[in-house]
């Protein structure tokens, strides 16, 4: 991610985390909704790996009742 962060103020209004995130497959409107939950100071969890090892995670994080939990596939 730290190479889609070079040129990241520039991609469509977004920040830097914003630009690596939207460099790494996550779609725009997510990414907004991130960088807004980021200000508003949410916290951001970002698993990366395998289907297998994304769906684990996803499991670990599903029964504690957090706000959201999306799956990305890029």
């Given at each position: 991610?730290?190479?889609?962060?070079?040129?990241?103020?520039?991609?469509?209004?977004?920040?830097?985390?914003?630009?690596?995130?939207?460099?790494?497959?996550?779609?725009?409107?997510?990414?907004?909704?991130?960088?807004?939950?980021?200000?508003?100071?949410?916290l951001l969890v970002i698993a990366h790996g395998?289907?297998?090892?994304?769906?684990?995670?996803?499991?670990?994080?599903?029964?504690?009742?957090?706000?959201?939990?999306?799956?990305?596939?890029?």
């Amino acid at each position: 991610m730290v190479g889609g962060l070079e040129g990241a103020v520039n991609i469509g209004g977004l920040g830097a985390l914003g630009a690596g995130l939207f460099s790494i497959g996550i779609p725009k409107d997510s990414v907004i909704k991130y960088e807004t939950a980021l200000k508003s100071d949410k916290l951001l969890v970002i698993a990366h790996g395998t289907t297998d090892e994304v769906a684990r995670a996803k499991g670990m994080l599903d029964p504690l009742n957090i706000a959201e939990v999306a799956v990305h596939h890029g």
